[in-house]
């Protein structure tokens, strides 16, 4: 499966309703390239997708729950640095609780990472959580949350994509 058919798969499932896609990724990790030319690349072929942006969503949470909420699909790339960032995992756990509760279609997209290294914690998803681990250790229920969202999600049919640059087709 290639970028291309990502897109064609989206507007197929949404080609009823007028509804949007929540996009996750790691702007620290593929902001400047992957990450930025997918949102685009979504939004001029006419899906609207919201992500958070550190912009408009700057700060405040209850809107990215409700933007996660109001999504009819969420694309989660998961580069090697995802789980580095606490903000992209608290953002998972809501996802994936959206998936429960109102029936959000979760498609996950590995991006020069294999689904083991995400499912199992395996690489630099391991080092990521040793470290969370030792921040977190007054909190470990937020983070087994962490770990239970990740492995619910890479368990998921997704996409695998190994790439050095951004192609659309
Ligand atoms: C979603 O539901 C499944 C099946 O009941 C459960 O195992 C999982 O923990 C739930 N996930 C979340 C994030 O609530």
């Not at 408009?56 to 989660?76: L, P």
């Not at 990472?113 to 470290?131: C, I």
Request: hydrophobic share 40%; charged share 25%; net charge positive.
């Amino acid at each position: 499966m290639d970028l291309f058919s990502l897109i064609n798969l989206l507007m197929l499932l949404l080609s009823r309703k007028d509804n949007d896609v929540f996009l996750s990724f790691s702007h620290h990790d593929i902001g400047k390239n992957f990450g930025d030319h997918l949102y685009k690349d979504l939004n001029s072929a006419g899906i609207r997708t919201l992500r958070d942006d550190g912009g408009i969503y700057a700060g405040q949470k209850s809107d990215i729950k409700k933007a996660i909420r109001e999504s009819r699909i969420s694309v989660v790339v998961f580069s090697k640095g995802y789980a580095s960032s606490t903000k992209c995992l608290d953002q998972l756990v809501h996802i994936m609780d959206s998936r429960n509760k109102t029936g959000l279609l979760v498609l996950p997209v590995f991006y020069n990472v294999d689904p083991s290294e995400v499912s199992e914690q395996k690489g630099l998803f391991e080092e990521a959580f040793a470290k969370h681990e030792k921040s977190f250790h007054k909190k470990m229920a937020r983070v087994e949350s962490w770990r239970a969202a990740l492995k619910e999600a890479a368990d998921l049919a997704g996409m695998v994509l190994q790439q050095d640059r951004y192609t659309s087709n």
